[in-house]
T-cell receptor, first 115, second 110 residues
Framework: NAGVTQTPKFQVLKTGQSMTLQCAQD?????MSWYRQDPGMGLRLIHY???????DQGEVPNGYNVSRSTTEDFPLRLLSAAPSQTSVYFC??????????????FGPGTRLTVT | TQLLEQSPQFLSIQEGENLTVYCNSS?????LQWYRQEPGEGPVLLVT?????EVKKLKRLTFQFGDARKDSSLHITAAQPGDTGLYLC??????????FGTGTRLQVFP
């Protein structure tokens, strides 16, 4: 299994540009999530999905869209990039929780810089 | 809004020393996880604890969940350079989301 894969690894955007960060998992996990990681802020949840066709907002959803058409894929769209969106983005997947523990399996991350 | 505080923020020690990292919340966790993240990579799950007072060991790492399920600690015995990384705790609060702490950055020098 490849686990959770993310592309691209690095990206530089200009203010106002749009782009899609790709995320895929081959573990047949129901739950998938997008986080951003900023210095001193830890990991903050952007959007998440509890299954194909179902998405919900996390702590910092503004400026981002998601969709979940298949179990495997969960792309994150930046609608109009802003310098405040400069960050490292992580996608994670979670198997259906047996004890409600929601253990996260993370991808390698995408480092995004908006100029 | 639940808050998860980790301490210390930074820790720089010599190989062979022992250390403890703390994770505290004002709310009761339904579960708590510890992750380690190395530079340029995503966090990797180390352990999950769910029962108050629970202690789990992973080689030289000992994880403890507080009796009241509001705090947790990670103790490393005889630290090695390979233990270097960012340690993150994450709490579940009976929802389908986790709240992550801000992390403890550990540097172990040979």
């Amino acid at each position: 299994n490849a686990g959770v894969t993310q592309t691209p690894k690095f990206q530089v955007l200009k203010t106002g540009q749009s782009m899609t960060l790709q995320c895929a998992q081959d573990m047949n996990h129901e739950y998938m999530s997008w986080y951003r990681q900023d210095p001193g802020m830890g990991l903050r949840l952007i959007h998440y999905s509890v299954g194909a066709g179902i998405t919900d907002q996390g702590e910092v959803p503004n400026g981002y869209n998601v969709s979940r058409s298949t179990t495997e894929d969960f792309p994150l769209r930046l609608l109009s990039a802003a310098p405040s969106q400069t960050s490292v983005y992580f996608c994670a997947s979670t198997p259906v929780p047996g004890q409600g523990t929601y253990e996260q399996y993370f991808g390698p991350g995408t480092r995004l810089t908006v100029t | 809004t639940q808050l998860l505080e980790q301490s210390p923020q930074f820790l720089s020690i010599q190989e062979g020393e022992n250390l403890t990292v703390y994770c505290n919340s004002s709310s009761v966790f339904s579960s708590l996880q510890w992750y380690r993240q190395e530079p340029g990579e995503g966090p990797v799950l180390l352990v999950t604890v769910v029962t108050g007072g629970e202690v789990k060991k992973l080689k030289r790492l000992t994880f403890q969940f507080g009796d009241a399920r509001k705090d947790s600690s990670l103790h490393i015995t005889a630290a090695q350079p390979g233990d270097t990384g960012l340690y993150l705790c994450a709490g579940g609060y009976n929802t389908d989301k986790l709240i992550f702490g801000t992390g403890t950055r550990l540097q172990v020098f040979p």
